[in-house]
């Protein structure tokens, strides 16, 4: 198995960081708001983040054949 690249680990990182981040974000955020309330102004970030991926150069073509 080839060893991850330095690009690699960085994404990793930068991953673990935002993932370790949201769990008391989202602990402060359902105590200061309803659940629903919560989600409604998450939308907006979410979207923003996904914005770019959406819009990339390279894009999602879905599959032509079924998987076999």
Do not use: Y
């Amino acid at each position: 198995m080839a060893s991850p690249s330095r690009k690699d680990r960085i994404f990793l990182i930068l991953l673990r960081l935002c993932r370790g981040i949201n769990w008391p974000i989202m602990k402060i955020g359902v105590r200061n708001f309803p659940p629903v309330t919560f989600r409604r102004l998450c939308m907006p970030g979410g979207l923003s983040a996904i914005r770019p991926a959406a819009m990339s150069i390279v894009p999602l073509k879905p599959r032509t054949t079924a998987p076999t």
